[in-house]
């Protein structure tokens, strides 16, 4: 069965710092790769997604990740981190036609200001 | 504007209560979903459906039940309460592709 590993599990930064999260899955088959944010005290919303293509994303906020399939990694990039982007963010992965996603564990980010 | 609601926002029920939380969607998806979000485990995913009367289990399901029997409402039911299912409680539509609309959660505590 698909997991999906989120390695830090809490991360402090100062404002201006740069950002990265890391993400691994196991299943080595075709797969939809996500992130998902939620801030305190709201439900997740989609950050951004891969489906194919340039490897190289960029979502909402200046947030970007990339999609390495020879380590089956997608790690979140962000330059300069701000306040507001403290927040949980979660990686999730669905195997392409299965419909359903699954989800790291989730690292909490603060940013102090 | 579409939209997915919970209800309740908060709960607080008695150990061995029937619990039902509710979700209703607008969106007209037929993908549905419930997680349930805990500290260390991220979201796990409880029970989801592909379109009505399709349900199917997810990765932590016992000791819940859902139904569908309209493409809007998916609830959710906790035939027994435990403490173990004390959690936030997230329900999800979906078009297709891993592109998820969460709704607000709903803070399950069993005492």
């Known amino acids: 069965a698909q997991s999906v590993s989120q390695h830090n599990h809490h991360v402090i930064l100062s404002e201006a710092a740069s950002l990265e999260l890391g993400c691994n899955y196991s299943y080595g088959g075709t797969v939809n790769l996500f992130w998902y944010v939620q801030y305190p005290g709201q439900h997740l919303q989609l950050l951004l997604k891969y489906f194919s293509g340039d490897p190289l994303v960029k979502g909402i906020k200046g947030f970007e990740a990339e999609f390495i399939k020879s380590k089956f990694s997608f790690n979140l990039r962000k330059p300069s981190v701000q306040w507001s982007d403290t927040a949980e963010y979660f990686c999730?992965?669905?195997?392409?036609?299965?419909?359903?996603?699954?989800f790291g564990t989730g690292t909490r980010l603060l940013v102090s200001p | 504007d579409a939209e997915i609601t919970q209800s309740p926002r908060h709960k607080i029920t008695e150990t061995g209560r029937q619990v039902t939380l509710a979700c209703h969607q607008t969106?007209?998806?037929?993908?549905m979903f419930w997680y349930r979000q805990d500290l260390g485990h991220g979201l796990r995913l409880i029970h989801y459906?592909?379109?009505?009367?399709?349900?199917n289990k997810g990765e932590v399901s016992d000791g819940y039940s859902v139904s569908r029997s309209n493409t809007e409402d998916l609830p959710l039911t906790l035939e027994s309460a435990a403490s173990s299912q004390t959690s936030v409680y997230f329900c999800?539509?979906?078009?297709?592709?891993?592109?998820?609309?969460f709704g607000s959660g709903t803070r399950l505590t069993v005492v």
């Open positions: 969106w007209n998806h037929n993908n």
């Open positions: 999800a539509s979906s078009p297709g592709q891993g592109i998820y609309t």
């Open positions: 999730a992965v669905e195997n392409t036609g299965f419909q359903k996603l699954v």
């Open positions: 459906s592909y379109g009505v009367q399709d349900t």
